[in-house]
């Protein structure tokens, strides 16, 4: 069964960096598929921030291109989210994913960001 | 960017049929998918080109549609079908709807 756990710290200071960690079991992720970083917004607004293709390539959210960085330990399976520079605005549940063929088939349970001081 | 269009909300009788509308700014040809999310977890897919049943989705569950209009319907539905259902195109870098929040009367 493939599953995938977010991690990271859940208060991240304005200005500074968002880091998380997806761990994935049940597949390895340079078998094939892109691995995806995904949040929903206070209010359910839902955005797609990007991917790391099973062969290391990488497609940002043109909204998101300066500030993001998605990339990967295969020795670990994991893949991570750096958001640079963020702001209250930043502010959400983050969910790493498993984009299948255009859709998202698996899910991390997601992991509360808050920017604050 | 492909913009995705949902009605905010809806409230219905179990047993009853709903239809959860989706409209997308551009044809999306049938690369539409649809989630539901229960407060507190993950979105889960229930329909994937538009009108494939995700594996274990019950089939009171249907989608259909193409171009720029899709329909999400649940027939009867169950108390327990309380939720928010998103819809998400993958003719471009993928977008969501706003989603629809679906409540029990």
């Known amino acids: 069964e493939i599953q995938l756990q977010e991690s990271g710290p859940g208060l991240v200071k304005p200005s500074q960096s968002l880091s998380l960690t997806c761990s994935v079991t049940g597949y390895t992720i340079t078998s094939g598929y892109d691995w995806s970083w995904i949040r929903k917004f206070p209010g359910n607004k839902m955005e797609w921030m990007g991917y790391?293709?099973?062969?290391?390539?990488?497609n940002y959210n043109p909204s998101l291109k300066i500030r993001i960085s998605i990339t990967r330990d295969t020795s670990k399976n994991q893949f991570f989210l750096q958001l640079n520079s963020v702001t209250t605005e930043d502010t959400a549940t983050y969910y790493c994913?498993?984009?299948?063929?255009?859709?998202?088939?698996?899910w991390g349970q997601g992991t509360l960001v808050t920017v604050s001081s | 960017d492909t913009v995705l269009t949902q009605s905010p909300a809806l409230a219905v009788s179990p047993g009853e049929r709903v239809t959860i509308s989706c409209r997308a700014s551009?044809?999306?040809?049938?690369?539409m998918h649809w989630y539901q999310q229960k407060p507190g977890q993950q979105p889960k897919l229930l329909i994937y080109?538009?009108?494939h049943l995700e594996s274990g989705v019950p089939a009171r569950f249907s989608g259909s549609g193409s171009g720029t209009d899709f329909t999400l319907t649940i027939d009867p539905v169950e108390a327990d079908d309380t939720a928010t259902y998103y819809c998400?195109?993958?003719?471009?870098?993928?977008?969501f709807g706003g989603g629809t929040k679906l409540e029990l009367k």
């Open positions: 551009e044809s999306v040809s049938t690369l």
């Open positions: 998400q195109q993958s003719w471009n870098d993928p977008t």
């Open positions: 080109l538009a009108s």
């Open positions: 994913a498993r984009l299948t063929w255009g859709w998202f088939a698996y």
């Open positions: 790391i293709s099973n062969s290391g390539s990488t």
